[in-house]
């Protein structure tokens, strides 16, 4: 396929902060898309480029856009790309740096997103089948929904605090029904929230869960069980958390609330929440480079439930291999915008998968209207994702792709629905 064109211009993302979008033009159209941009980012991402000037506080992305404009533009304008490995070796050596500090991850990502929305249309695939035919996954999935329905840390304004609190609506046969009672279960989260604490408490975060005035997580988990369980959903709908510990961790002591915890004593406040409520996965629960903490972590969980690794792996396989060996945690968090490239993200999704990791597609904090992780996560096949709560268009916007692309495979009677157990 020739590229004809490229081009990228800044936009604004959920939180009115500058972000890139790309533009490829070939003989068939023209395909856009967005980067994502994270809150509470983990110190081993590849780089986001930020202009660091007086616009927008510094955030603007008009660097990164001129090096698409004039660096990308310039090696790969007018010429045939094979493939997404091809255009994505193409962007890596341009950049030749191992963070993307050169150009900027947001400039390569865009880049190589928009480009595999153009492979598909010239294959004449959806997006989902071209990201199947990339990752050689022939298995589309539906994924379970993890809703996060409580927002805290750095996507609320709380620094020690637990960042998310999500239901997972595992107990379902379709993405349709699960995502109903998730939605069901979340309004009347919001009514009861109302009623104890008044509507300020129904108040929205970065990812649309309610940000109340709850201190204590046990009071909080209490809370949505009791949603659950009113909405007539209990022990289908399940509960998992994104504690982001890298925020609260200083000098080796981890503060959560009023408590201050060593790594062991963490683990141990982690094995209580879980025997108390219905918690089956637990991300971030160490710091990015606490590995002898996620250890025992996973040794005392690992088990029982998922231990999921963000700011610790980064989609980044080189961590991954460490983690692998390290048995530091059982499932990959899956951020395109953390490692770049669409080839790296499938490549890190591919290497979790073939040593029996479960693997979660996941958004941003701060999001667009584009979508293309909604296909991604069905692509793949891994059956699990995490776009935040059923409110604000920059994550409904992603639920609807995943409504639209669930019709078209209930259509040709091939719709599976769901990762591997936890
Ligand atoms: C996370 C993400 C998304 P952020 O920590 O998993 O929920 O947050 O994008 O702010 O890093
Ligand atoms: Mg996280």
Redesign the pocket.
Same mark, same amino acid.
């Given at each position: 396929m020739k590229i004809e064109n490229v081009k990228a211009r800044q936009v604004l993302d959920s939180r009115g902060n500058p972000t890139v979008e790309a533009e490829i033009s070939t003989s068939k159209d023209s395909f856009r898309a967005i980067v994502p941009?994270?809150?509470?980012?983990?110190k081993h991402e590849a780089l986001e480029m930020r202009d660091g000037e007086k616009a927008y506080s510094g955030k603007g992305v008009l660097k990164a856009v001129s090096n698409v404009n004039s660096f990308i533009a310039k090696e790969i304008n007018g010429k045939k790309f094979a493939s997404q490995k091809e255009l994505d070796s193409a962007l890596l050596s341009l950049d030749g740096t191992e963070n993307k500090s050169k150009l900027g991850a947001n400039a390569l990502l865009g880049v190589s997103m928009a480009f595999t929305r153009a492979l598909a249309v010239e294959n004449n695939l959806e997006l989902f089948e071209q990201i199947g035919e990339i990752s050689k996954n022939k298995n589309f999935v539906l994924p379970v929904p993890q809703l996060?329905v409580l927002n805290g840390g750095?996507?609320a304004g709380k620094e020690s605090d637990i960042? &998310?609190h999500m239901l997972f609506p595992i107990g379902f046969d379709s993405f349709s029904e699960a995502l109903q009672a998730g939605t069901e279960t979340y309004h009347l989260l919001k009514k009861k929230l109302k009623a104890k604490y008044g509507a300020q408490a129904t108040l929205l975060g970065?990812?649309g869960g309610f940000v109340p005035p709850i201190g204590n997580v046990n009071d909080r988990l209490e809370l949505m069980l009791s949603a659950v369980e009113e909405a007539g959903y209990a022990g289908k709908i399940k509960i998992g958390l994104?504690c982001?510990s890298s925020e609260f961790l200083n000098n080796g002591k981890y503060s959560v609330g009023e408590k201050t915890f060593s790594s062991g004593e963490l683990v141990d406040f982690y094995a209580e929440l879980v025997d108390k409520f219905d918690i089956v996965s637990i &991300?971030?629960g160490m710091g990015e480079d606490d590995w002898e903490g996620w250890s025992a972590l996973t040794k005392s969980l690992g088990e029982a439930i998922q231990i999921v690794g963000?700011?610790l792996l980064v989609t980044n396989v080189t961590r991954i291999k460490k983690a692998l060996a390290e048995k530091s945690c059982n499932s990959l968090?899956l951020?395109v915008n953390q490692i770049g490239t669409v080839t790296e993200a499938i490549d890190a999704s591919n290497l979790a998968k073939s040593n029996d990791w479960s693997v979660v597609v996941?958004?941003?904090?701060?999001e667009t209207e584009d979508a293309f992780i909604s296909d991604l996560v069905v692509g793949l096949g891994t059956g699990q994702s995490?776009f935040?709560a059923t409110a604000r268009s920059e994550r409904i916007a992603k639920y609807n792709q995943l409504l639209r692309i669930e019709e078209k495979l209930n259509e040709s009677g091939s719709c599976v629905f769901g990762g591997k157990t936890f």
């Amino acid at each position: 396929m020739k590229i004809e064109n490229v081009k990228a211009r800044q936009v604004l993302d959920s939180r009115g902060n500058p972000t890139v979008e790309a533009e490829i033009s070939t003989s068939k159209d023209s395909f856009r898309a967005i980067v994502p941009s994270g809150a509470s980012t983990g110190k081993h991402e590849a780089l986001e480029m930020r202009d660091g000037e007086k616009a927008y506080s510094g955030k603007g992305v008009l660097k990164a856009v001129s090096n698409v404009n004039s660096f990308i533009a310039k090696e790969i304008n007018g010429k045939k790309f094979a493939s997404q490995k091809e255009l994505d070796s193409a962007l890596l050596s341009l950049d030749g740096t191992e963070n993307k500090s050169k150009l900027g991850a947001n400039a390569l990502l865009g880049v190589s997103m928009a480009f595999t929305r153009a492979l598909a249309v010239e294959n004449n695939l959806e997006l989902f089948e071209q990201i199947g035919e990339i990752s050689k996954n022939k298995n589309f999935v539906l994924p379970v929904p993890q809703l996060n329905v409580l927002n805290g840390g750095k996507h609320a304004g709380k620094e020690s605090d637990i960042q &998310e609190h999500m239901l997972f609506p595992i107990g379902f046969d379709s993405f349709s029904e699960a995502l109903q009672a998730g939605t069901e279960t979340y309004h009347l989260l919001k009514k009861k929230l109302k009623a104890k604490y008044g509507a300020q408490a129904t108040l929205l975060g970065d990812e649309g869960g309610f940000v109340p005035p709850i201190g204590n997580v046990n009071d909080r988990l209490e809370l949505m069980l009791s949603a659950v369980e009113e909405a007539g959903y209990a022990g289908k709908i399940k509960i998992g958390l994104d504690c982001a510990s890298s925020e609260f961790l200083n000098n080796g002591k981890y503060s959560v609330g009023e408590k201050t915890f060593s790594s062991g004593e963490l683990v141990d406040f982690y094995a209580e929440l879980v025997d108390k409520f219905d918690i089956v996965s637990i &991300e971030d629960g160490m710091g990015e480079d606490d590995w002898e903490g996620w250890s025992a972590l996973t040794k005392s969980l690992g088990e029982a439930i998922q231990i999921v690794g963000d700011d610790l792996l980064v989609t980044n396989v080189t961590r991954i291999k460490k983690a692998l060996a390290e048995k530091s945690c059982n499932s990959l968090l899956l951020k395109v915008n953390q490692i770049g490239t669409v080839t790296e993200a499938i490549d890190a999704s591919n290497l979790a998968k073939s040593n029996d990791w479960s693997v979660v597609v996941s958004h941003r904090s701060g999001e667009t209207e584009d979508a293309f992780i909604s296909d991604l996560v069905v692509g793949l096949g891994t059956g699990q994702s995490k776009f935040g709560a059923t409110a604000r268009s920059e994550r409904i916007a992603k639920y609807n792709q995943l409504l639209r692309i669930e019709e078209k495979l209930n259509e040709s009677g091939s719709c599976v629905f769901g990762g591997k157990t936890f």
